[in-house]
Every structure is written in structure tokens, then in C-alpha cells.
């Protein structure tokens, strides 16, 4: 159901100031005069008495700029202005919303490919300016705010929707709940510089941008736009921008149905300011879209599933959601994808990450940059194609081979995504194999350039694998590519009853077997050199074989122990004989001395990155292992794909 859809925009209220007299106003007309409400800008320093010696009233003090917010006769607004050290004077005009009614967006900007990569925009700052943003909603996480009205009877919490909407589409958790956000780890801090109504002046947003200033945020969000040029609002946008902070502002939506004209408002005007214009899902832009040459870029606008306060929601369904459309609504996605940039690049300065959008941006429209579109649709990844190609080889007892060629030059390698999950960062093998249990997958392959940049991923291949099968083994669970890989080898197999049992401690005996089966040894049942092991027990071929080959010995009274399980230092020495593997370091961890049996095997898994220690710098040598364990050491150690 589409719920009510909003916009923000700036109306402006004209100065009703009746002309000055050339005359110094006396004290009985100043006090009967109209106060209005203004911004006065000084050249240098910020002049008190000027306000106060025109009866006015001063109601709030900027630090970034030489600017106060004043109340002051009407009458004395033309004595103000000839004031020495006074730049101008600009009125207070007023600000507000004005309605307009799965987040797709997050999926056309294809920000969740670069959160399969790590990149969510994790320690980014964004200040949002706006209605506030609800400070309970499970979807969001707000790390700090400010409330910039006069009256704020709640703090920066949202009483009006618009702000948490804006919110969520920069950073919804991505926690399997509601919608997720284009950059879900960001940082954001709610501004509240517009009341319940949706209501707040110019000053309140000069404010909200000196917070932003002094609290060094990454990245401004202003959600709203006003018709008219405010020279303080320019010259506070272009202070942020100088002091390295990305501006992304809407760019209205007053624009005609048939894109003519230039209908950018402000500050989406300001050449600081990076001015978003919306399109719908089928990349085309919303007819009430503002058009004209300060549009830079274009982001998805119209249903946007987004968060929103439970008493508020409009959609009658007080679940903590809704659909929204506008400008109100592009703009935000434009602060996302460029805290992605942010935190993949944080050496870069905020010029070169806006020429990022630029160069990064799917084009649109007319070629080139256009005034519907500006430089195309954000994109969260470089919009080059994949030099690479790739062909499905075969799809075998969990097996699934691909043939991968690079077409370029500048190629270095390749990405490889299964089911949009990234399982290879950098691979440059010309044939790439994955092992996985049954099921339908879908693949796909980017190129890797020298320079660190990825291509869009090339046609995702679904391909359907018929076996294995396991009742406890899912294709999410991290061991499960080593396991298919030593089933596709016979190394491995399930129980009876079609259980792999991947939590339950391996045997002596059952780690024999599959050492034997790996190295390709003699299985056939016969006398053993050890005297509990019966020539008729299932591993008693595998077991004489590892025997002979010096790969595993028996205890001093002349037994094997076959159903004691193994323990990690066992694992170690029979997996250092089996493999050539090169030294390790003497001690790697620090409960392996050399006092300890197989320091030397432990050291050699360690350095081949065959075996690793846990948290707290140990090895746990004595420690039996589970068959998941053994199954991926025994991966590794035969197969490198696996280390």
C-alpha cells in the first residue's frame, strides 16, 4: 500500500519593512515597529551593539561565520544595513515540508554488493538536517544529535517522520528486519532544525551546519530546498565544504513535467553542494524532478521503503515503515554511497570522492552530463564493464568448475560472488573451482584492475549441483567447502543415516583412513603391528599402510588406540609427515615449548596457514579435535585454494 509521500521545501516570507527614515529612530517607534526575524552577517567581527542599539534582540550567535540571528524592528532593517561592518542583512526566512507521497535503491546503486565486501560505511560521520530522527526505532542506531529550535520539548527526537525516513535510507541496520540501509554502519547524528510541523527558520540551519563543522562530520544531508538564493546559507555550505566536508542537498521538487527550465532551489544551487535530482526504478526521471545545470546527480526517488516512528507512521500499518517519494528522498542515497567511498578511501579529500560520483556514475539521459540527470545515477561501484571471460566447465558431486580469461591488459585478477556473497577476493587461477552441497546457486565474476578498482560483476551463471547431501551441513556454514572438496576426492563421507557430524571428536582410527584415502594408500584390510587392531576392523588396511610409510606410530605397550580421538598435536605430526611443508618459526604460540611433543609439526601447520591458535595465543596441543576441525586442516593441507 503506498503511504503518504512527502517533500521539503523552503517557503520564503517577503521582509514587509516599511522605508527607513533618514533619521535615527526614535525609542517610542522602534518599540511600536513589527519585529522581524534576520540574519546579519558582519565583514570581520561579529557587533553586538549594532542589534542592540536598534532595539533588536539577538537569538542566537554563529562561530563559523561573523553572523548573528537577531529580532528586530522592521522599521530599523534599512539602518542595519548601512551599519558599519554589516555585509547584509538577510531575513529568516521560514522552512518546511510539504507531502508528497523494498527499498530498491539500495540495490540499483549497487551499495549491497559492497556490503558483501566489508564496506558499509562503517566510522563515516553524516549529520542529517532535518525533523530529527527517531531515537527508538530498532533500525536505526543514532550516535549523537542536537537539537537546534528554540523550543525542544524531546530533544532531537523525530516528531514529524520526514528525518527518520531520510535516516533509514542512509543507514537501516542491516539485521534481517525492516529495510537496510546504502551505508548500514555509518554513523549518523540527528540535527533537528525543523519542528513538528515541519518548520524551522534559515538560522536553525546555519546552526545545524556549524554543529556539523565543529563536531568534524564527514558528510552534510539536507533534505529540503528553498526558491531563493540566502547569501548566508551559500557562505555556510561553502565553509563546510572548505573544511572538508561533502555537502549533498535535494534538488526540489518543483520541476516542470516536461524537464524545461533550470528549477534547482537552494542550497542544491551552490557549486559546493552536490544537487540530486530522482528517478523512478526504470532509471527515469519524476516529473516533479528539478531540473537545470547545478544537477549533478541522480538517485532513486520515487516508493522508497524506508523507517519511520511507529505513532507516525501514515500508512496505517504502525509497523516502524513506509513508502516516500521525492527529491527529499534521492539526496540521502548520495550521502550512503559516498560514506561507502569514504571509509574504502579515507585518504582521499572530499573534492576527489565527489569526482568519484562523477566518474563512478551511470550514465543517463542525454551523454554526458545533462540538467535532468546531472552526471547519471549514483553508483556505489565503478560502472566499467567486466574484462574477463567466463564459462561454466562442469557442475560435478559438489564440484562446479569455471574457465576464467581476462580480456585486458590491466587485469590483475578477479572476484568471485556466490549467491551475492563475496567467497574470493583475488584469484588469478584460469580455472576457478568452488565445492559446495546441493543446491541452486547463482555466480558471478568481476575483474580486478591494477589499481585496485572492480568492474560490475560479469551475468550471474546459475548452476544447479545435485550431491552432496548432508542433514547437517549447510551451505552457510564455513567448513562446508572443505568438506565438499574431500567428499568430490572419496576422502570423506556421511554416516548411515545422512549426517556428516561435523561437531563430533574424530578417531585415531577414522583419521587413518582418511590420511590413507588422501595419499592414495593401500586400504585393504590385513594384520596390523599393533595388537588392537584386528585384521577385520574397517580401518586396519589404512592404518598398517600409514604404518609402513612412517606416518603414524603406536604407543610404547604395542597398541594403536584406534577409537581414542585425535588430538590436536597428533593431527599436527601425522599432517607434517604426510605434506612437504616448510619450516616454522621455533614458537608460534604460547603454550607450545619445545618441552611439548610435535612443537615442531604445530609450528610447520602454522606457517603453511594449515592450523591456526585461538584468540588468547594458544594452541590447545592436548585438546582433541572435532571432525569439522580435522576435515579442514586435512583441506589445507592438501589443496592451497584452502589456506
Not at 149 to 163: A, F, M, R, T, V
Not at 296 to 308: H, K, L, Q, R, W
Not at 381 to 392: A, F, I
Not at 464 to 493: A, C, F, N, R
Request: proline residues 5%; charged residues 20%.
Amino acid at each position: 500500500m503506498m503511504g503518504k509521500m512527502w517533500r521539503m521545501f523552503v517557503m520564503a516570507l517577503m521582509l514587509a519593512a516599511a522605508a527607513a527614515p533618514a533619521r535615527a529612530v526614535g525609542a517610542g517607534t522602534a518599540a511600536n515597529s513589527l519585529a522581524v526575524n534576520v540574519i546579519v552577517v558582519f565583514h570581520q567581527q561579529i557587533d553586538e551593539q549594532a542589534v542592540e542599539t536598534l532595539h533588536g534582540r539577538i537569538t542566537k550567535r554563529f562561530d563559523v561565520l561573523p553572523a548573528v540571528a537577531a529580532s528586530i524592528p522592521a522599521s530599523a532593517v534599512e539602518l542595519l544595513r548601512r551599519w558599519p561592518g554589516v555585509d547584509y542583512v538577510q531575513q529568516d526566512t521560514t522552512v518546511a515540508i510539504d507531502s508528497q507521497a523494498a527499498n530498491w535503491g539500495v540495490a540499483e546503486t549497487k551499495a549491497a554488493v559492497m556490503h558483501t565486501r566489508g564496506i558499509t560505511g562503517k566510522g563515516v560521520k553524516i549529520a542529517i538536517l532535518d525533523t530529527g530522527v527517531d531515537l527508538h526505532h530498532p533500525d536505526l542506531s543514532v550516535a549523537g544529535g542536537a537539537c537546534l529550535l528554540s523550543y525542544c520539548p524531546n530533544s532531537y527526537q523525530d516528531d514529524n517522520g520526514h528525518g527518520t525516513h531520510v535516516a533509514g535510507i542512509i543507514a537501516a541496520k542491516d539485521n534481517n528486519i525492516g529495510s537496510v540501509g546504502v551505508a548500514p554502519e555509518a554513523s549518523i547524528y540527528a540535527l533537528k532544525v525543523l519542528d513538528r510541523y515541519g518548520e524551522g527558520n534559515v538560522s536553525t540551519i546555519l546552526a545545524g551546519i556549524e554543529w556539523a563543522i565543529k563536531h568534524q562530520m564527514d558528510i552534510i544531508n539536507l533534505s529540503l530546498a528553498a526558491p531563493e538564493d540566502v547569501p548566508v546559507l551559500k557562505e555556510a555550505v561553502e565553509k563546510a565544504y572548505k573544511s572538508g566536508i561533502l555537502v549533498v542537498a535535494a534538488a526540489g521538487n518543483n520541476g516542470h513535467a516536461n524537464g524545461a527550465g533550470d528549477t534547482v532551489e537552494y542550497p542544491a544551487k551552490y557549486d559546493s553542494v552536490v544537487a540530486v535530482a530522482a528517478v523512478n526504478q526504470d532509471h527515469v526521471r519524476m516529473p516533479y524532478s528539478a531540473t537545470g545545470a547545478a544537477v549533478e546527480m541522480a538517485a532513486p526517488g520515487e516508493g522508497i521503503y524506508s523507517t519511520v516512528p511507529v505513532s507516525l507512521d501514515p500508512d496505517g500499518r504502525h509497523d516502524g515503515y513506509t513508502y516516500m517519494s521525492g527529491t527529499s528522498m534521492a539526496a540521502p542515497f548520495v550521502s550512503g554511497v559516498l560514506a561507502l567511498y569514504k571509509q574504502q578511501y579515507p585518504e582521499r579529500t572530499n573534492a576527489q570522492l565527489r569526482q568519484m560520483l562523477r566518474d563512478r556514475a551511470l550514465d543517463l539521459g542525454a551523454p554526458g552530463k545533462d540538467p535532468w540527470y546531472g552526471y547519471g545515477l549514483v553508483q556505489a561501484m565503478p560502472n566499467t564493464p567486466p574484462e574477463l571471460e567466463v564459462k561454466l566447465l562442469s557442475a560435478n558431486h559438489g564440484e562446479v568448475s569455471f574457465s576464467v580469461t581476462p580480456s585486458g591488459s590491466d587485469v590483475k585478477g578477479y572476484r568471485v560472488y556466490r549467491n551475492g556473497t563475496l567467497i574470493e577476493p583475488l584469484q588469478t587461477a584460469a580455472i576457478y573451482q568452488d565445492y559446495v552441497v546441493k543446491g541452486t546457486y547463482r555466480y558471478a565474476f568481476s575483474s580486478v584492475h591494477r589499481d585496485g578498482t572492480e568492474s560490475e560483476p560479469i551475468g550471474f551463471m546459475e548452476v544447479t549441483v545435485s550431491d552432496p547431501y548432508y542433514k547437517d551441513l549447510s551451505v552457510h556454514s564455513w567448513y562446508m567447502p572443505e568438506i565438499v572438496y574431500l567428499s568430490s576426492q572419496g576422502i570423506v563421507s556421511g554416516y548411515r543415516d545422512g549426517t556428516i557430524r561435523p561437531y563430533a571428536a574424530i578417531t585415531r582410527a577414522e583419521a587413518a583412513v582418511m590420511l590413507g584415502r588422501a595419499l592414495h594408500l593401500d586400504g585393504t584390510k590385513r594384520e596390523t603391528a599393533f595388537r588392537d587392531v584386528d585384521s577385520a576392523d574397517f580401518a586396519s588396511g589404512y592404518i598398517q599402510s600409514a604404518y609402513e610409510r612412517g606416518l603414524i606410530s603406536g604407543y610404547p605397550d604395542g597398541t594403536f588406540r584406534p577409537q581414542q580421538p585425535i588430538t590436536r598435536a597428533e593431527t599436527a605430526i601425522v599432517l607434517s609427515r604426510a605434506y612437504d611443508l616448510p619450516d616454522g618459526a621455533p614458537v608460534v604460540f604460547r603454550d607450545v615449548t619445545p618441552n611439548v611433543t610435535g612443537h615442531d609439526a604445530i609450528a610447520k601447520l602454522a606457517a603453511a596457514r594449515i592450523a591456526g591458535g585461538y584468540p588468547n595465543g594458544t594452541f590447545r596441543p592436548y585438546q582433541f579435535v572435532k571432525r569439522l576441525e580435522f576435515f579442514v586442516f586435512a583441506a589445507r593441507a592438501s589443496n592451497e585454494r584452502f589456506r
